[in-house]
């Protein structure tokens, strides 16, 4: 968890995990002058912070996070702490809480296209925007390459962008990536500082050479009705499973991903009809998140089938 506490009285509260959860705190940043403090953190992480803090902020904002049954019963019991947040998630997989529960608001598509917590986060603050502070080509396109890069959208023109500001993301860290960007001149269109590209570019071809390398060593096995294919991988986990799931799309359903340095698995898939957010839960209730993109951490529930698929593939590896 990071957090940057200066007595201001907005906070907000986004995902550590990746870029889209960095963009709003960035947004913000730049929205407010810095006048703004944040945490960045976990799902599990929300309930234990608020529950510390609530009291100091006049608004909380919570970005590109799902609230988890903690969260929600925190939130649902105090009617002080319903009026001070505002929430902005896009994780179909909390849909039917968000029917539940009025202060959840999960939004999955927009204008025909999968959304990010980013660009409700930015909807939002365009909304407040009088001076056209944000309203410039310099924040869409810094918001559209971090939304096409969180859903893999491969029809935007911005996802090379977007992918490479998850490389610099992953090299330098969050508290690096927040600094850098909340601190970017803005100019006309969105830009990478040249000092960072050449770091990006040997980036890239280490995470080439990784994911060929997960591609060569992956298990095809059986989960419930699913043909699927499992990396024991620590790394780039959309790329690996991504690349799974595409190169063998005629023997698998989806590509899943242990990763016991974190202990936590990650769902890619390619096809429609099958619901990744859903899948998710049914390993664990902790699962959840979208269509072709989900996960879940790895707990009693799940740890038989999770040895298995180890076993599995440390025999097949022999
Ligand atoms: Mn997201």
Redesign the pocket.
């Known amino acids: 968890m990071i957090k940057y506490f200066n007595n201001n009285n907005r906070l907000v509260i986004s ?1 550590i995990e ?1 870029i ?2 960095m963009g709003s705190i960035i947004l913000a940043n730049i929205f407010w002058d810095k006048q703004v403090d944040y945490v960045a953190c976990t799902i599990p992480e929300v309930a234990i912070i608020l529950k510390e803090v609530w009291q100091n902020y006049e608004e909380i904002y919570i970005c ?1 996070l799902p609230l988890d049954n903690e969260a929600i019963s925190l939130i649902g019991n105090n009617v002080k702490i319903q009026e001070k947040i505002k929430h902005f998630d ?1 994780h179909a997989s909390e849909l039917d809480n968000a029917k539940k529960y009025s202060f959840i608001n999960e939004v999955v598509n927009l204008n025909n296209k999968q959304t ?3 660009e409700l986060f930015y909807n939002y603050l365009l909304s407040l925007d009088a001076n056209n502070k944000i309203n410039q080509d310099y924040f869409k396109e810094f918001v559209e390459a971090t939304r096409s890069a ?2 893999w959208d491969l029809k935007s023109s911005l996802i090379d962008l977007g992918r490479s500001l998850g490389t610099l993301h992953s090299i330098l860290g969050p508290e690096a990536y927040i600094s850098i960007f909340s601190n970017n001149e803005i100019k006309e269109h969105f830009y990478i500082d040249k000092m960072y590209l050449s770091i990006i570019n040997s980036a890239d071809k280490d995470k080439e050479n990784y994911v060929d390398s997960c591609l060569d060593k992956v298990l095809i096995t059986k989960y419930q009705n699913y043909n699927i294919g499992v990396s024991l991988s620590e790394n780039y986990r959309s790329f690996v499973g991504n690349s799974i799931a595409s190169k063998y799309k005629d023997l698998i359903d989806f590509a899943l991903i242990i990763n016991l340095q974190k202990m936590k698995c990650s769902l890619r898939g390619i096809k429609d009809d099958i619901d990744l957010g859903k899948v998710a839960q049914s390993f664990a209730q902790n699962g959840g998140g979208h269509k072709k993109a989900a996960g879940f951490y790895i707990n009693d529930e799940c740890i038989d089938i999770i040895e298995k698929f180890v076993v599995e593939y440390i025999r097949s590896k022999k």
Do not use: Y
Request: hydrophobic share 10%.
């Open positions: 995902h990746d889209d959860g590109d896009h990010s917590g980013t969180d859903v």
